[in-house]
């Protein structure tokens, strides 16, 4: 499994290279990763995943988060990009040309329509067409349904667009937006910790549910980059089988 990396690994050494370190980019999450004073180091979800894998592997690296979408979407489609990995994206096929998606997802993750406690039992999401006239709140650069994309197109609700997910929630709980479509276990995880689950709830019916992967940029040119690839894949594999990322998710209620 780690033969490649390894014979990788002594060309590095007779050349005398030092490979730098890997640049991961993402979005500032308080689930899925987030900065510990304590330790001076990122941890959560994805990023304990990929610090398992890399330690195996003995590959250095560093994180890079974003405030937004877009602007992390601009370090990747960059034409000397910013990042040589991205976590955790859905399979959409324009991000292909830039992205190289491995073949093992880590997580799967449901996304539902959040609405103000005070509105249970107003609205209901069975189709698209529930939502006619109704205000709803929607990221830019984020992954959406191409249901929920042509529904905004023609104009079935009022679409609001901000920059970035944490906006949505203050929106909703001032009364400026109806609802809003939010990574479900992320949502109330932080709605849990910010004091504000009471205020909120969702509607029933899913909007989406998605794998999601750890992705590679192709214009990356960062040594032997296939290879990390091939054995990331072997290694996330046996973490599966092994209930090691069960345990993972579990820490954090994914």
Sequence with gaps: MKKNFFILFSIFQILNISPRDLIIG???????????????????????????IFSELGISYEIILENSS???????????????MVFTY???????KYLIYPFESHISIEWHFFIRKEDEGKYKFDSYKDLRGLKIGYTRGQSYTIDFMQAL????????????????????????????PLSTSTTLYKASKNGYLDKITYLPKPMKSEAYYNTFVKKSDYPGLKDIIKNYDAILSRMKAEGILQKIRDKYNK
């Design 26 to 52: 993402g979005k500032i999450s308080e689930q899925s990763r987030w900065f510990d004073k304590k330790s001076q180091k990122f941890t959560g979800f994805d990023v304990e995943i990929i610090d398992y």
């Design 90 to 96: 859905s399979k959409k096929e324009e991000r292909k």
């Design 153 to 180: 197109k023609n104009k079935i609700f009022i679409g609001d667009e901000v920059v970035k997910d944490e906006l949505q929630i203050t929106k909703l709980l001032n009364g400026r937006i109806d609802m809003a």
């Design 70 to 84: 877009a602007r992390l979407e601009h370090g990747w489609k960059s034409e000397t990009p910013f990042y040589d």
